[in-house]
């Protein structure tokens, strides 16, 4: 049988390291096979503007991939969260991470509770934080 444990975290725009911390907690205290996290888990949620979205968004796989990626090899769990991913426009980014790494990715178009906020297309992509032309399709 699979654990899924979905997880609801207390964050803050303002407090990136507490919502890494509570990120770090949430994962290790699951009782592993597949832990869920909130979207936008390590920025927080609801931005004032498109300015402040774009000041808390990250790289694929920046600082966030690399705390779950961490914490799967740690748990031996599947993580999926939310991100913030900067790739030229702002993307509300969906992560599957384990302990081998990026398993899958997914973006949907963001910030539409944002005034004055452009949406982007609804884009589905398998991508690797590896230079590697293999992705694994599940």
């Not at 290790?28 to 949620?45: F, K």
């Not at 990250?58 to 990626?69: F, I, M």
């Not at 910030?111 to 949406?119: A, D, K, N």
Request: net charge positive; with cysteine; hydrophobic share 40%.
């Amino acid at each position: 049988m699979t654990r899924i444990t979905v997880a609801q975290l207390s964050l803050s725009i303002d407090d990136h390291a507490a919502n890494t911390a509570a990120i770090a907690q949430a994962v290790r205290t699951a009782p592993g096979g597949i832990v869920v996290l909130p979207e936008l888990v390590a920025s927080g949620y609801c931005f004032r503007d498109t300015t402040e979205s774009r000041a808390a968004a990250e790289p694929l796989c920046g600082p966030t991939y690399q705390l779950l990626h961490s914490l799967a090899q740690e748990t031996g769990s599947t993580i999926l969260a939310g991100i913030a991913e900067l790739d030229g426009a702002v993307y509300n980014t969906a992560l599957v991470v384990d302990s081998s790494g990026l398993r899958g990715s997914y973006r949907k178009g963001i910030y539409g509770h944002v005034r004055g906020s452009t949406l982007h297309p609804v884009m589905r992509r398998l991508r690797s934080c590896k230079r590697s032309t293999e992705a694994l399709v599940w």
